[in-house]
Nanobody, 122 residues
Framework: QVQLVESGGGLVQAGGSLRLSCAAS????????AVWFRQAPGKEREFVAA????????SYSEPTKGRFTVSRDNAKNTVYLQMNDLRPEDTAIYYC???????????????WGQGTQVTVFS
């Protein structure tokens, strides 16, 4: 079992930065892919970024590539999402998820956090 708790969301002006954290409980987390999704009002949950458990390789969605950086610290059971150059279209609830396989489909992940709100104003 893995439990996830996100933190670090908030209100930020366009062009600003935020760092989200996802704290995990359960020793098995270090062997899971850790993934960030986001969901804006009226839209489906979309893949943002992921980091593998075995070599910390990363992948990003096109809208976030070059602006967001995902990382993990297995010793602390924590995953981070550094978000720079934020835009109003980044406004969403950001969720952390964990799973055995890497996919951009939200339905494939069994473990989810409660989400943290990110609001970017211009």
């Amino acid at each position: 079992q893995v439990q996830l708790v996100e933190s670090g969301g908030g209100l930020v002006q366009a062009g600003g930065s935020l760092r989200l954290s996802c704290a995990a409980s359960g020793s098995a987390f270090s062997t899971y892919y850790a993934v960030w999704f986001r969901q804006a009002p009226g839209k489906e949950r979309e893949f943002v970024a992921a980091v593998s458990w075995y070599d910390s390789s990363t992948s990003y969605s096109e809208p976030t590539k070059g602006r967001f950086t995902v990382s993990r610290d297995n010793a602390k059971n924590t995953v981070y999402l550094q978000m720079n150059d934020l835009r109003p279209e980044d406004t969403a609830i950001y969720y952390c998820a964990a799973g055995r396989s890497l996919t951009s489909s939200a339905s494939a992940y069994n473990y989810w956090g409660q989400g943290t709100q990110v609001t970017v104003f211009s």
